[in-house]
């Protein structure tokens, strides 16, 4: 059965350092989407794309947060410096457009980068 | 704004009893109601959706828009359903989901 990759699922990294996450969305996804879960709390979204456009980056940190999905499937997340504020589980979703303009409401998450920020 | 509130962050229940888990929203529209689960060492998944009106491991769940409210239900609850359950809102679908605190269920045997 498909599954959304991430990588690393570990990391730990100084504060002000940069940091990077990558995602696989299960094939054929055209929607993307990077969730930020904090210890104790559901998970809140980042940024969503629709193939390679951002749709939402409305709770996006853009100072120091950026994500790609250059061709359209995969993607990274940025985080250039970390602060201690970030350490949290980041996780990665897909779900697949029918191509009518309507997108399944199913999202499939991959296991999640833990991101500790020391 | 949305929001979806979960009052419990845990709950703890005896195999063979019932289970309930509260999930309340705010939100102006007409939204899309889910419930996410995460078992122990896995990802996290879709349990079921209120539009389907479904029955996903005996879980059922019922949408009522004045309450505001989407609570979990099941009759007799067993070990394997000790889990994180989530609930969910989106505005339309594919759009973000608005995420619960979660509630944690233990089913003591």
């Known amino acids: 059965e498909a599954e959304v990759a991430q990588s690393p699922r570990y990391k730990i990294t100084e504060k002000s350092q940069a940091v990077a996450f990558w995602c696989d969305p299960i094939s054929g996804h055209a929607t993307l989407y990077w969730y930020r879960q904090i210890l104790g709390q559901g998970p809140e979204l980042l940024v969503q794309?629709?193939?390679?456009?951002?749709?939402?980056d409305s709770q996006l940190p853009k100072d120091r947060f950026s994500a790609e999905r250059l061709k359209g499937v995969d993607s990274t997340l940025k985080i250039q410096p970390a602060e201690l504020g970030d350490s949290a589980m980041y996780l990665c979703a897909s779900s697949w457009d029918s191509g009518t303009g309507t997108t399944t409401d199913t999202q499939y998450f991959g296991p999640g980068t833990r991101l500790t920020v020391l | 704004a949305q929001r979806v509130t979960q009052p419990e962050k845990l709950l703890s229940v005896f195999k063979g009893a019932p289970v309930e888990l509260k999930c309340n929203y705010s939100?102006?529209?007409?939204?899309?109601l889910f419930w996410y689960v995460q078992y122990s060492r896995q990802r996290l998944q879709l349990l079921l959706r209120?539009?389907s009106r479904e029955s996903i491991k005996g879980f059922t769940a019922d949408l009522n828009k004045g309450e505001t409210s989407f609570h979990l239900k099941k009759p007799f609850a067993q070990e394997e359903d000790s889990a994180m359950y989530y609930c969910?809102?989106?505005?339309?679908?594919?759009?973000?989901?608005?995420f619960g605190e979660g509630t944690q269920l233990t089913v003591n045997p």
């Open positions: 969910a809102l989106s505005r339309t679908s594919g759009s973000r989901l608005t």
């Open positions: 209120h539009i």
């Open positions: 939100y102006s529209g007409s939204p899309e």
């Open positions: 794309f629709q193939d390679e456009s951002v749709v939402d």
